[in-house]
């Protein structure tokens, strides 16, 4: 904990605090938010029709055989407790995406209006409660359960990004929000590794072992939960351990204002037809596209397509997304050099990031699509392309800050409804791919890789960098009436003044 004191002991400077945080409660906001894919592949009874016939089939790959000439699929396919079709499992899916996204710009708002600490720490705890919850509803109410569990936690989990882009616009000062930022941001990614890998391993551990993967994040988010009300601070001059000389550099850097009560009231008419905020939302659609669909379904494209037993299924999950961590904060890296030399615009480093982020896994996806039954090839594809959606973190998740540092939260608000693709994706899978076919597989990757490309052909015309015109709204303040007593000071002052001049 002493690294946690900045002011006399000479610890860490508490930005850095702050952004270790951040980092942290992204990635356990992305675990409970995404576990559900690997986790489902166990509860429920598997569906596919296999047997000996299918093997070597053109459009389903080669079962695998043993030595005995036996064939030897995951040993868990029908223990399953639950027998829900895959069209129920895209509704639970989803349905955290049905609050989640709609509460976005609310959330918001109530961020800007009230302490951004407690925001953030109790809806990340309502989160964690519903995800140790989850297995009890499951077993009492089936899907519908389920389902409700997720809706609640989409609740929770809707308070976290409008909450962190008003904590940071205090916190993080221009010069530096691309590095700090992709590493709160790249936090998600984090998360997807441990998620993915951590998660397979319990599985793994014997049948019916999926809730303990829910009890275990879930207890993680309570510990965090309250380490964060202990160590967490709203801002610099509220933090007794941030030193005068950081304090300094930090007012003398950030631009947003210090108080929000006094912020003027929000702009929505200049918001809502601003092009650079639509380019960023439609930019945002095409990433939460790819990455929803990818996160949520990779785990079942593993098992049901390329026959991966549960424990391999999470390692290899989970690469795509260490690659793209990796890239991430290397990207962050190189955008503050980039910016400190002057190497590149803002604006074109966004649009350029924003489109290696959108396109690069779009055409890795696409390979490892019509990768067949080649599965080190496939696996590389999803690695390498999902890799190159590290540059995301310090090109569009930072863009509302650059083009509104005060009107943070209600802008990310509005920019998060790009995960309302949460409700439809996962959904369209489960429509599309039914008996998990490599045709339907491709449908799937082709409707994902063509959302993706066009939504940064847009952005790359109408992104910007720059702090937008109404981020200072001019105050029109009308003349205030004056109370009765002061008007009758202001008369005594004038007849003193007229009785001087009669006197001279």
Not at 48 to 57: A, I
Not at 230 to 238: A, E, H, K, L, R
Not at 372 to 401: D, E, H, K, Q, W
Request: aromatic share 12%; proline share 5%.
């Amino acid at each position: 904990m002493f690294l946690f004191f900045g002011k006399k002991s000479g610890g860490i400077q508490q930005r850095y605090v702050i952004t270790i945080f951040g980092s942290t409660v992204t990635a356990l906001g992305c675990i409970l938010r995404y576990c559900i894919g690997i986790v489902i592949t166990e509860m429920v009874k598997y569906h596919k029709n296999v047997n000996e016939s299918s093997v070597g089939l053109s459009d389903s790959c080669p079962i695998p055989i043993d030595e005995d000439f036996n064939i030897t699929f995951i040993k868990s396919e029908h223990n399953g407790e639950f027998n829900w079709s895959e069209e129920t499992q895209g509704v639970i899916i989803s349905s955290l995406f049905w609050t989640y996204s709609t509460l976005q710009v609310p959330m918001g708002l109530v961020a800007s209006k009230f302490q951004p600490k407690f925001v953030i720490g109790f809806g990340i705890l309502l989160s964690g409660l519903c995800t140790i919850l989850l297995p009890f509803a499951a077993r009492i109410w089936g899907a519908a359960g389920v389902v409700m569990m997720r809706v609640f936690c989409g609740i929770g989990q809707s308070t976290l990004y409008p909450s962190l882009s008003v904590l940071l616009s205090s916190w993080i000062p221009p010069q530096e929000r691309a590095r700090l930022g992709s590493i709160i941001m790249v936090g998600e990614n984090v998360g997807t590794v441990i998620s993915m890998a951590l998660s397979g391993v319990v599985l793994s551990s014997g049948n019916n072992s999926w809730p303990y993967v829910f009890y275990l994040y879930g207890s993680l988010t309570i510990i965090w939960f309250i380490i964060w009300l202990i160590f967490g601070y709203n801002s610099p001059d509220t933090n007794p351990f941030t030193s005068d000389a950081e304090k300094k550099y930090l007012k003398e850097s950030i631009t947003a204002l210090s108080e929000n009560k006094n912020k003027p009231s929000t702009p929505w008419k200049e918001i809502a037809t601003s092009l650079p905020v639509w380019a960023n939302l439609i930019a945002q659609i095409g990433h939460e596209w790819g990455l929803i669909t990818i996160i949520n379904y990779l785990p079942k494209y593993m098992k049901s397509v390329l026959f991966y037993d549960i424990q391999k299924n999470g390692l290899l999950s989970a690469m795509p997304f260490f690659m793209m961590t990796v890239v991430g904060i290397s990207a962050g890296r190189l955008t503050d050099y980039m910016t400190d030399n002057n190497v590149l615009p803002v604006t074109s480093l966004r649009k350029l990031f924003t489109a290696i982020a959108n396109v690069g896994p779009a055409l890795g996806i696409l390979g490892a699509s019509y990768g067949g039954c080649n599965r080190m090839f496939v696996v590389s594809m999803f690695t390498i392309g999902m890799g190159t959606m590290g540059f995301f973190y310090p090109s569009l998740a930072v863009n509302p800050l650059d083009l509104s540092p005060n009107y943070a939260g209600e802008l990310m608000g509005i920019i998060g409804y790009g995960t309302a693709v949460g409700v439809i994706s996962p959904y369209l899978v489960g429509v599309l791919a039914p008996d998990h076919t490599l045709q339907q597989w491709r449908n799937v990757f082709k409707i994902t890789v063509t959302v993706m490309i066009i939504s940064s052909i847009f952005y790359i015309f109408a992104g910007s960098g720059k702090v937008q015109s109404w981020n200072k709204p001019v105050v029109h303040q009308k003349q205030e009436k004056k109370p009765i007593d002061d008007l009758e000071q202001d008369i005594r002052n004038i007849e003193n003044k007229f009785d001087i001049i009669s006197a001279v």
